[in-house]
């Protein structure tokens, strides 16, 4: 079993559609939490941060943590053609820096 | 611009040849990453530094593979008598240590012939 899991996808829906992807991971020791969206050959760049257990909102993006289930989720409300990219969920914690990724969802949000 | 930057973007090399890349983190972070990228998943860790400190290595990073950050700030990540396999985008990041939260460059993409 891989640390992180994330469906791959291929994911398609409409303009203004709610987006809903989302991570498992078996390490109980991740204490820090990312959402990273990467367009086609450049870097990923950092969407949500969220430490610990919880909610976290920033303009239509809200990324959810449940340690107790281990399971991570990021929305996306009112989705654009330009959120359309591969979105990477990422942990880290135990005393190591390194960041654990997921394989990555891809997006597309079609006009 | 004051975020990561990497150079170069791109790096065609035939077998056995050896590679070098650049990574300029942002100014006042003191941590620097390198992670290895292969098409359809997310990055994988290479290793750390804290300030010239190397601090953490995966089993990745065999010894074909050198990384250096020699004053703490740019690093160097070398790739000695490459092969096919280690095609990859190769990135890094850097971060100020509160959070874990990393910063990632644009990347260098490496082919290898």
């Known amino acids: 079993q891989k640390e992180v899991e994330q469906d791959p996808g291929p994911l398609s829906v409409p303009e203004g559609a709610i987006v809903s992807l989302n991570c498992t991971y078996s390490?109980?020791?991740?204490?820090?939490f990312m959402w990273y969206r990467q367009y086609s050959r450049k870097g990923p760049e950092l969407l949500m941060y969220?430490?610990?257990?919880g909610n976290k909102e920033d303009g239509r993006f809200t990324a959810q943590v449940d340690k107790s289930s281990k399971y991570i989720s990021l929305f996306i409300r009112d989705s654009q053609p330009s959120d359309s990219a591969t979105y990477l969920c990422?942990?880290?914690?135990?005393?190591?820096?390194?960041?654990?990724f997921g394989k990555g969802t891809k997006l597309t949000v079609n006009p | 611009d004051t975020g990561v930057s990497q150079d170069p973007r791109h790096k065609i090399t035939k077998r056995g040849q050896n590679v070098t890349f650049r990574c300029d983190p942002i100014?006042?972070?003191?941590?620097l990453y390198w992670y290895r990228q292969t098409l359809g998943q997310g990055p994988e860790f290479l290793t750390y530094?804290?300030?010239?400190?190397?601090?953490?290595k995966s089993r990745l990073l065999s010894d074909r593979f050198s990384a250096e950050r020699p004053k703490g700030s740019f690093s160097t990540l070398e790739i000695q008598r490459t092969e096919q396999g280690d095609s990859a985008m190769y990135l890094c990041?850097?971060?100020?240590?509160?959070?874990?939260?990393?910063?990632f460059g644009p990347g260098t993409r490496l082919t290898v012939l």
């Open positions: 990041a850097s971060s100020d240590g509160r959070g874990d939260t990393q910063y």
């Open positions: 390490n109980s020791a991740f204490q820090y």
């Open positions: 969220t430490y610990s257990s």
């Open positions: 990422a942990m880290s914690g135990g005393g190591s820096e390194k960041l654990v």
């Open positions: 100014s006042e972070h003191n941590r």
């Open positions: 530094f804290q300030n010239e400190a190397q601090l953490e």
